[in-house]
């Protein structure tokens, strides 16, 4: 059993930065791939990034990529997302997610544990 929880979120004006926090229960952190999904309103969750559990590979999405960096710090047992260049369509309720399968880092359904989110709103 994994409880993750998020942090870091708030109201950022369009062009800054925010980084997003996840804090992860438990001695087995680092047998965890971890994701960043989005949800904005009245939109389905989506994939933002991801990571494998050494941190040496990751993954965007087509929107985040070149803004957002995903990285992981086991000794702590934590995930970040760094966001930059903040834009109004990032705004969104951002989820963490846990996954120890090898099924793709995309998908949601790939993910065994979820936290309870964090708003990011992003003002123009």
């Known amino acids: 059993q994994v409880q993750l929880v998020e942090s870091g979120g708030g109201l950022v004006q369009a062009g800054g930065s925010l980084r997003l926090s996840c804090a992860a229960s438990g001695n087995t952190f680092s047998s965890y791939a971890m994701g960043w999904f989005r949800q904005a309103p009245g939109q389905e969750r989506e994939f933002a990034a991801a990571?494998?559990?050494?941190?040496?590979?990751?993954y965007y999405s087509d929107s985040v990529k070149g803004r957002f960096i995903i990285s992981r710090d086991n000794a702590k047992n934590t995930v970040y997302l760094q966001m930059n260049s903040l834009k109004p369509e990032d705004t969104a309720v951002y989820y963490c997610?846990?996954?120890?399968?090898?099924?793709?880092?995309?998908?949601?359904?790939?993910?065994?544990?979820w936290g309870q989110g964090t708003q990011v709103t992003v003002s123009s």
């Open positions: 990571i494998n559990w050494s941190g040496s590979i990751t």
């Open positions: 997610a846990a996954k120890s399968n090898g099924r793709s880092y995309r998908l949601q359904g790939s993910y065994d544990y």
